[in-house]
């Protein structure tokens, strides 16, 4: 019979693991034995670490988008539909187009995060972001015209996608006005919801000094309650007000709906075991990526080498081997301290991060990643 | 502290999460709760002992009790 494995999300971790697969499962495909199917919900695959280059006028959206047709294994069949509703004990999906339900031997989610800015009242309204295209394409245009005023950079909520942008973009945004000799006009400062600038201690402890030697003013423990945009403030749970002119705000993130409606977990993450990626509350169910409760970051890089794993336990299980692959927590992450500089940290569960020191080698290297990142999707790198 | 027998409003069980999760965790369901209400954390991570406390003085809302199990402690905090 036919091995069906269905990878719901054409992102980062879903087409990384289709092509993984494809490739690792190519002769079982071409006999008809097993058969993979993406489904995404959109005709595009989105690389969002562009976005943080938009407001500064350094990139366009149209570099992070290309079509998941150009990007796929011929191997693997693409389906642009949304799921609806996942049915764990059927092993059965449903998606917004009426007809037969999509059934599957094995299931990845890798449905990614959105963001919930209407969990804080006023950040709709008055905050800009630059998580998603709208988001940052409205972010350029207040940018370009900010000459002077208060910019606050405020991180709303953990977990959210890739825990070092929120840092780059304030370093960013410092050098950017330094070298337009606005800075001096310009105010920055920081929030973060716990005592120090960053959830992990080390990039903190090597963060802090740097935002205090570049006058980067800092707010810890500071979780926006509300924002009044008649008044242009964020009002903060620990009793702080904050006057702005220009709002960025990190908006609290979840997965999606129908994850929580299934029963595999809290806020649309799917609790699963950290090192084999398997499901809590499901048989034969995956995640990976954001989506995937495992305590690391919502990076891509993250996203990348799980797939790794899951392609590697996916075709044990299909040749009837017992699966050995296991996560151990590897991420790696470039930080842009400036328009022309960067750090890089690599961790995993078991040894901590130690941020490199910023030179223009690995700002150029982080250039470098972003241009080559379509091979990595394509299955290449 | 001692065992109480403080009925909580809600329970957030962050066993397992790595620092801040825990922290973020009762950020997340305060904000969610009316005022008066208590909100009890699990967590087995030792930084929580004092990230919690820290972060409800800041905030203004009061830890009634720290209950201590085996592996983990409850922490029962009440919203301002
Ligand atoms: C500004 C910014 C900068 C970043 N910089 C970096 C960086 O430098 N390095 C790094 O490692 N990471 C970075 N990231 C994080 C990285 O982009 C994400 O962690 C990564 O994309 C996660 O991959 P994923 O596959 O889990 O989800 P995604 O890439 O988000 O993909 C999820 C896919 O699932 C689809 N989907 C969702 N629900 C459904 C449904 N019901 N049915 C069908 N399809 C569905 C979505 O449309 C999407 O295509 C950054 C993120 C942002 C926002």
Redesign the interface.
Same mark, same amino acid.
């Given at each position: 019979m036919t091995e069906r494995v269905v990878i719901v999300g054409g992102g980062t971790g879903g087409t990384v693991l289709a092509n993984n697969l494809a490739g690792r499962l190519d002769r079982e495909i071409d006999a008809g034995d097993v058969e993979i199917t993406l489904i995404n919900d959109g005709p595009d695959h989105v690389y969002k670490p562009v976005w943080l280059y938009v407001p500064f006028g350094q990139r366009e959206l149209e570099n992070g988008r290309r079509p998941l047709e150009e990007l796929l294994d011929s191997r693997v069949t693409l389906r642009i539909d949304r799921i609806t509703d996942i049915d764990a004990d059927a092993q059965r999906l449903r998606s917004r187009n009426p007809g037969r339900p999509i059934e599957y031997d094995y299931l990845v989610l890798a449905t990614g995060s959105t963001l919930a800015p209407e969990?804080i009242p006023g950040l709709a309204e008055a905050g800009h972001d630059y998580y998603s295209e709208s988001g940052a394409t409205a972010l350029r245009d207040e940018l370009l015209s900010f000459t002077e005023g208060h910019l606050v950079l405020s991180v709303v909520?953990? $977990?959210h996608m890739c825990p070092a942008a929120p840092l780059e973009f304030v370093f960013m945004a410092d050098d950017w006005f330094r070298e337009r000799g606005l800075r001096e006009d310009v105010d920055i400062t920081y929030t973060y919801?716990?005592?120090r600038v960053h959830?992990n $201690?080390h990039i903190a402890e090597w963060a802090r000094p740097l935002m205090d030697e570049r006058d980067i003013r800092v707010e810890t423990?500071f979780?926006a309650?509300e924002i009044d945009a008649d008044e242009n403030v964020v009002r903060s749970?620990?009793?702080t007000d904050l006057e702005y002119d220009l709002l960025v705000g990190i908006p609290p993130h979840r997965g999606i709906d129908l994850i929580e409606e299934a029963g595999l977990g809290d806020r649309g993450w799917v609790d699963v075991n950290k090192h084999t990626l398997e499901a809590e509350a499901a048989e034969n169910v995956y995640a990976l990526g954001d989506t995937a409760n495992t305590?690391v970051p919502n990076a891509g890089s993250v996203a990348h080498y799980q797939a790794g794993v899951v392609s590697q336990r996916l075709a044990s299980e299909i040749r009837g081997q017992p699966p050995t692959a296991v996560y151990d927590g590897k991420t790696l992450c470039f930080i842009e301290t400036g328009m022309d500089a960067a750090s890089f940290v690599e961790f995993d569960y078991e040894n901590p991060p130690s941020p490199a020191r910023p030179s223009q080698k690995l700002h150029w290297s982080k250039l470098a990643y972003n241009e080559s990142y379509w091979l990595t999707a394509r299955g290449l790198l | 502290m001692t065992d109480t027998d403080i009925e909580p409003t809600e329970t957030v069980n962050a066993r397992g999460a790595a620092c801040p999760g825990p922290l973020m965790d009762l950020i997340g369901k305060i904000r969610s709760v009316e005022p008066g209400a208590v909100v009890c954390l699990l967590s087995d991570n030792d930084q929580s002992l004092t990230d919690v406390p820290e972060w409800a003085e800041q905030a203004g809302n009061e830890v009634l009790a720290v209950e201590s199990h085996d592996d983990y402690q409850a922490f029962y905090v009440e919203k301002a």
């Amino acid at each position: 019979m036919t091995e069906r494995v269905v990878i719901v999300g054409g992102g980062t971790g879903g087409t990384v693991l289709a092509n993984n697969l494809a490739g690792r499962l190519d002769r079982e495909i071409d006999a008809g034995d097993v058969e993979i199917t993406l489904i995404n919900d959109g005709p595009d695959h989105v690389y969002k670490p562009v976005w943080l280059y938009v407001p500064f006028g350094q990139r366009e959206l149209e570099n992070g988008r290309r079509p998941l047709e150009e990007l796929l294994d011929s191997r693997v069949t693409l389906r642009i539909d949304r799921i609806t509703d996942i049915d764990a004990d059927a092993q059965r999906l449903r998606s917004r187009n009426p007809g037969r339900p999509i059934e599957y031997d094995y299931l990845v989610l890798a449905t990614g995060s959105t963001l919930a800015p209407e969990e804080i009242p006023g950040l709709a309204e008055a905050g800009h972001d630059y998580y998603s295209e709208s988001g940052a394409t409205a972010l350029r245009d207040e940018l370009l015209s900010f000459t002077e005023g208060h910019l606050v950079l405020s991180v709303v909520g953990t $977990p959210h996608m890739c825990p070092a942008a929120p840092l780059e973009f304030v370093f960013m945004a410092d050098d950017w006005f330094r070298e337009r000799g606005l800075r001096e006009d310009v105010d920055i400062t920081y929030t973060y919801p716990i005592q120090r600038v960053h959830g992990n $201690p080390h990039i903190a402890e090597w963060a802090r000094p740097l935002m205090d030697e570049r006058d980067i003013r800092v707010e810890t423990f500071f979780n926006a309650e509300e924002i009044d945009a008649d008044e242009n403030v964020v009002r903060s749970m620990e009793g702080t007000d904050l006057e702005y002119d220009l709002l960025v705000g990190i908006p609290p993130h979840r997965g999606i709906d129908l994850i929580e409606e299934a029963g595999l977990g809290d806020r649309g993450w799917v609790d699963v075991n950290k090192h084999t990626l398997e499901a809590e509350a499901a048989e034969n169910v995956y995640a990976l990526g954001d989506t995937a409760n495992t305590g690391v970051p919502n990076a891509g890089s993250v996203a990348h080498y799980q797939a790794g794993v899951v392609s590697q336990r996916l075709a044990s299980e299909i040749r009837g081997q017992p699966p050995t692959a296991v996560y151990d927590g590897k991420t790696l992450c470039f930080i842009e301290t400036g328009m022309d500089a960067a750090s890089f940290v690599e961790f995993d569960y078991e040894n901590p991060p130690s941020p490199a020191r910023p030179s223009q080698k690995l700002h150029w290297s982080k250039l470098a990643y972003n241009e080559s990142y379509w091979l990595t999707a394509r299955g290449l790198l | 502290m001692t065992d109480t027998d403080i009925e909580p409003t809600e329970t957030v069980n962050a066993r397992g999460a790595a620092c801040p999760g825990p922290l973020m965790d009762l950020i997340g369901k305060i904000r969610s709760v009316e005022p008066g209400a208590v909100v009890c954390l699990l967590s087995d991570n030792d930084q929580s002992l004092t990230d919690v406390p820290e972060w409800a003085e800041q905030a203004g809302n009061e830890v009634l009790a720290v209950e201590s199990h085996d592996d983990y402690q409850a922490f029962y905090v009440e919203k301002a």
